[in-house]
């Protein structure tokens, strides 16, 4: 019993335990081993791992990526520099924590977006930046000049606007393919090629052939002289298809 309290206490009052940590170089192999986060240089990040084999040094510029005690940590260019990043949150605008100014806290924050476009949030112009920031989604823009959010709700601003994003481009491509979805049935001669497509072997030259009319005639493209012929050639003799083949190059003279 008393070795049972004891394993017990033991377990509450030890250290977290994580997994090993593990990076990824730019060369893209994996290292597994003990993980060391040197302090930064001016100019400059470093960081050691060490396993049973060796203990190696890396330039953060040679690494893309990296657990450490069950944080995520990224290579990020800012300001010149390469800096190690610690990941709060990612996605189309991804959050991270850095240091600056050589400090050992990972305090400082930096917002990065998928095409590149950056931002460290600052304290003193948190609002206007940030606004600016974030202004291809207007409902996050206006929260912020409404005050909605505060300094403090920035892991919510940034769900918030991943959500716009990411709806934003659903709502684009549903349009898109509405879009393309109308083009495609606007000619007359579409629906006879669906039908006639339905009549042929689907891998034969006809088939090919209607169905290079089709993508033409959807994207509203004229169909050239010599496909029309070539068409009427490869349909000659099949009685099943004639009219309507006849009836499509009527649509497309």
Request: charged share 30%; hydrophobic share 35%; glycine share 4%.
């Amino acid at each position: 019993m008393r070795f049972s309290i004891y394993i017990i206490l033991l377990f509450i009052l030890s250290p977290a335990v994580y997994a090993q940590d593990w990076l990824v170089t730019t060369s893209a192999d994996t290292l597994h081993g003990e993980i060391a986060i040197e302090l930064p240089m001016e100019r400059y990040e470093e960081l050691t791992i060490k396993n049973d084999d060796s203990k190696q040094r890396f330039k953060a510029y040679q690494v893309i990526e990296f657990e450490h005690k069950g944080q995520k940590y990224k290579t990020v260019k800012h300001a010149g520099v390469y800096r190690i990043m610690l990941v709060d949150s990612d996605g189309y605008l991804s959050q991270f924590r850095f240091r600056a100014d050589q400090g050992y806290e990972f305090a400082s924050v930096f917002l990065l977006k998928t095409d590149g476009e950056s931002l460290e949030v600052s304290n003193l112009t948190f609002k206007k930046s940030l606004a600016k920031f974030l202004e291809d989604c207007e409902t996050v823009v206006d929260d912020l000049e409404n005050k909605k959010y505060k300094r403090s709700d920035l892991d919510q601003i940034v769900a918030d606007y991943n959500s716009c994003i990411n709806e934003k481009t659903a709502n684009k491509l549903t349009s898109e393919t509405t879009s393309e979805t109308s083009t495609s049935v606007s000619h007359p001669g579409i629906p006879i090629i669906e039908s006639i497509l339905k009549k042929i072997d689907t891998t034969s030259d006809l088939s090919a052939m209607l169905n290079d009319i089709k993508s033409k005639l959807s994207k509203g493209e004229n169909v050239a002289g010599y496909l029309k012929s070539a068409l009427k050639e490869q349909a000659a003799g099949q009685e099943n298809i004639k009219e309507e083949v006849d009836q499509l190059l009527e649509t497309i003279k």
